[in-house]
């Protein structure tokens, strides 16, 4: 069973100037310049965000892995716009989602605004309060269908192939969960917990725990391959979700 941080008290929405003409109620995000108050105004992009209460860390890692590459960064920058009546729509490559004000206030992640809509669509896509794994949000958000790999070998070429991404500045849009634990980095085995991946080289991993996308986990690539029960990440050349099964 997968634990869970205290809930976090949620900021207000904001509310839309009546004073903003209806093309700007309309304009994808990326058109608006990052704000100081990530908590409570879209920016189209990420800052600091905590998973609330819900089965939801397979969702909330996924919406973190957007910060973690070039593509990533791209589709935030144009998947949610305002709508005239205050309502948001989820730009997602596989099928657009419309929520409301209200959805969006519900949504558990507490943080960073952008983060919490996006939630609120995905939950309204595919139910992922009530778990799910990051691969299938990776389809959701890309419209891309999953190729599946087992087995050692495919294993250490998933590896390469994102130490490769991470190496030429583009990054990866990627996520996992563990086998076995490290309660000394915060690691929970069992696939108990999802976790994005920040980075990946010859020697070391990095992977952000949806509790607080603000802190960092260090291990080895050894531990990591060692301990992993499942990764996904997303290869835009191939338009393909990868997906890893230990």
């Given at each position: 069973?997968?634990?869970?941080?205290?809930?976090?008290?949620?900021?207000?929405?904001?509310?839309?100037?009546?004073?903003?003409?209806?093309?700007?109620?309309?304009t994808p995000m990326s058109a608006f310049a990052a704000t100081a108050y990530p908590a409570t105004e879209l920016d189209g992009e990420l800052s600091t965000f905590y998973q609330g209460?819900?089965?939801?860390?397979?969702?909330?890692?996924?919406?973190?892995?957007?910060?973690?590459?070039?593509?990533?960064?791209?589709?935030?920058?144009?998947?949610?716009?305002?709508?005239?009546?205050?309502?948001?729509?989820?730009?997602?490559?596989?099928?657009?989602?419309?929520?409301?004000?209200?959805?969006?206030?519900?949504?558990?992640?507490?943080?960073?605004?952008?983060?919490?809509?996006?939630?609120?669509?995905?939950?309204?896509?595919?139910?992922?309060?009530?778990?799910?794994?990051?691969?299938?949000?990776?389809?959701?958000?890309?419209?891309?269908?999953?190729?599946?790999?087992?087995?050692?070998?495919?294993?250490?070429?998933?590896?390469?192939?994102?130490?490769?991404?991470?190496?030429?500045?583009?990054?990866?849009?990627?996520?996992?969960?563990?086998?076995?634990?490290?309660?000394?980095?915060?690691?929970?085995?069992?696939?108990?917990?999802?976790?994005?991946?920040?980075?990946?080289?010859?020697?070391?991993?990095?992977?952000?725990?949806?509790?607080?996308?603000?802190?960092?986990?260090?291990?080895?690539?050894?531990?990591?391959?060692?301990?992993?029960?499942?990764?996904?990440?997303?290869?835009?050349?191939?338009?393909?979700?990868?997906?890893?099964?230990?």
């Open positions: 069973m997968q634990k869970f941080k205290e809930l976090k008290s949620k900021f207000m929405l904001p509310i839309l100037s009546l004073g903003l003409s209806a093309s700007m109620l309309f209460n819900a089965d939801d860390c397979g969702a909330v890692s996924a919406i973190q892995a957007l910060d973690n590459s070039v593509y990533g960064k791209g589709l935030l920058k144009k998947m949610i716009t305002v709508n005239s009546n205050g309502s948001y729509t989820l730009n997602f490559g596989a099928g657009k989602q419309t929520i409301s004000k209200r959805e969006a206030a519900s949504a558990p992640i507490t943080g960073d605004l952008d983060a919490r809509i996006i939630e609120a669509g995905l939950q309204k896509a595919m139910n992922v309060y009530n778990g799910c794994f990051a691969s299938d949000v990776f389809t959701t958000m890309t419209g891309f269908k999953q190729n599946t790999y087992y087995g050692s070998t495919s294993k250490r070429n998933i590896m390469n192939a994102m130490a490769a991404k991470f190496a030429s500045g583009q990054g990866a849009m990627a996520a996992c969960d563990f086998e076995i634990a490290d309660d000394s980095k915060g690691i929970i085995g069992n696939g108990g917990h999802s976790y994005s991946i920040r980075w990946v080289d010859n020697d070391m991993v990095v992977v952000i725990n949806p509790w607080d996308t603000s802190k960092l986990i260090y291990m080895s690539r050894a531990q990591f391959e060692n301990s992993i029960r499942y990764m996904t990440y997303v290869d835009e050349s191939s338009k393909k979700v990868v997906v890893y099964w230990n």
